[in-house]
């Protein structure tokens, strides 16, 4: 399995993304380096994006085109559907609920099996969940001390309307899908459907 071993602070830099929207709450004070009016082509303004929700989401370039592939073929406007899948991933869900304290360490304790999904342990990242599913941490789980300290992290962490969070049940039902103006980073999504449309 392919590892993402880039600095996310310098990645989130070179993205222009806040690395809040990864669950890091440090800033990097590096200046910037190149030259800063450099005019972008159109193609390297689509490639930006591109990389940019693939970073967010920790997707790697064949599932992600495969992303891209289901989302032109639901209803409704493409890059709308593609934000749509992305967000209904399992590791997503899990780091909006506020069980992980970023989008990398709630991927690894997906894949360790902490959670279930309608109470059947589920160790897949990226597992799509849909609208009615509750999503908790397991029994064996609760008792851990590093999800007391992932409480503690995550407490004034903002749950997304579309989440109907217990926290006291360290649970979560999915509302209904979420929509695209409910993101809490800025991205153009059209451009990364004509980059793979050509």
């Not at 289901?70 to 991933?89: C, D, H, P, Q, Y």
Request: net charge positive; charged share 30%; aromatic share 8%.
């Amino acid at each position: 399995m392919a590892v993402d071993k880039t600095p996310v602070l310098k990645r989130c830099k070179a993205l222009g993304i806040s690395p809040a929207v990864l669950g890091y709450s440090k800033e990097t004070n590096r200046k910037g380096n190149g030259n800063p009016r450099k005019k972008v082509s159109e193609y390297g303004m689509q490639l930006k994006e591109k990389q940019k929700l693939k970073f967010i989401y920790g997707v790697l370039e064949k599932q992600f085109h495969h992303y891209y592939e289901m989302a032109i073929k639901e209803e409704g406007v493409a890059g709308e559907n593609l934000i749509k899948i992305l967000e209904s991933r399992l590791d997503s869900v899990v780091f909006r609920m506020g069980l992980a304290v970023t989008r990398r360490e709630a991927r690894q304790l997906v894949g360790h099996g902490h959670y279930t999904v309608n109470g059947k342990r589920v160790d897949i990242p990226s597992y799509r969940v849909k609208a009615g599913d509750v999503i908790a941490l397991s029994e064996k789980s609760k008792k851990s001390p590093k999800f007391a300290q992932i409480a503690e992290a995550t407490d004034g962490r903002l749950i997304p309307v579309w989440l109907d969070m217990n926290k006291e049940a360290q649970s979560a039902t999915v509302t209904r899908l979420p929509q695209r103006d409910e993101l809490d980073y800025e991205i153009q999504e059209q451009l990364v459907i004509e980059l793979y449309s050509k």
